[in-house]
């Protein structure tokens, strides 16, 4: 693929979307978008928008398009995204905000779409026991937990639940997912942009795989 890299990541909550996403960003020297990261971050500085999306996050609702599709175009108007390309991270999720990406990038419009693949058990199992540093925001499972009690092995902070990893808002969060999200997997294939990535593997086998489907792209 040639520079800008303008590619989108689309896959079930707990798929490995974020990692997978920032390994290929810092391969590729672009930039990584995630829009849960980004609305976490402006909750964190007590940004109007951010307080207003809180309250549908922690209830695993998706946030109104309107203030989604604000974020994104400023972000992706920026010239570290123009010149160098980037890669989505949570975004799209509803049809309205396919659209609106496809018009925010006319005329050369998204050169890939990622399917990380991984099934609903498993993600359902990886979600009930993430665990999230509340300071650099580095991920942690039950199995997999800090060495000192909790406390963030690179940054010191409290690892916690998410409170959209509880069972309630992961059930409503994995409905959303199919019901106004995978629709979108159909409709970028018939643009004939879709590649599907199986998730279910070794995180290197999956960030291979996906840089040779990166490196099939020829535009
Ligand atoms: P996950 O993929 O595990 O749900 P994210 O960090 O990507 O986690 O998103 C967290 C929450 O932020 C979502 O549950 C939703 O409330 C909100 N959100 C993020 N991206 C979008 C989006 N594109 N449209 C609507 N809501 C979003
Ligand atoms: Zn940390």
Not at 60 to 74: A, F, Q, R, W
Not at 121 to 135: A, P, Q
Not at 149 to 169: F, L, T
Request: charged fraction near 25%.
């Amino acid at each position: 693929m040639k520079k800008p890299y303008r590619i989108v990541m689309l896959g079930r909550q707990g798929a490995g979307k974020g990692t997978q996403c920032s390994k290929l960003a810092a391969t590729l020297g672009i930039v990584h978008i995630s829009t849960g990261d980004m609305l976490r971050a402006a909750l964190k500085t007590g940004s109007s928008y951010g307080l207003l999306a809180a309250d549908y996050m922690e209830r695993g609702e998706l946030v109104p398009d309107m203030i989604i599709l604000g974020i994104v175009h400023e972000r992706l108007e920026a010239n570290d995204c123009k010149v160098y390309g980037f890669v989505l991270d949570g975004f799209p999720r509803t049809l309205a905000q396919a659209q609106a990406l496809d018009k925010f990038l006319e005329p050369e419009g998204i050169k890939l779409v990622i399917n990380l693949d991984v099934p609903k058990e498993v993600v359902l199992e990886r979600l009930s026991s993430r665990r999230v540093c509340t300071g650099c925001g580095r991920t942690y499972s039950i199995l997999k937990a800090p060495m000192v009690d909790w406390s963030c092995d690179d940054c010191g902070e409290a690892v916690i639940q998410r409170n959209d990893d509880k069972p309630e808002a992961i059930a409503r969060r994995l409905f959303l997912y199919d019901e106004v999200t995978s629709p979108l997997i159909e409709w970028f294939d018939q643009s004939g942009k879709l590649a599907t990535v199986k998730g279910d593997e070794d995180f290197e086998v999956v960030a291979r795989e996906i840089t040779r489907v990166v490196d099939m792209v020829v535009t």
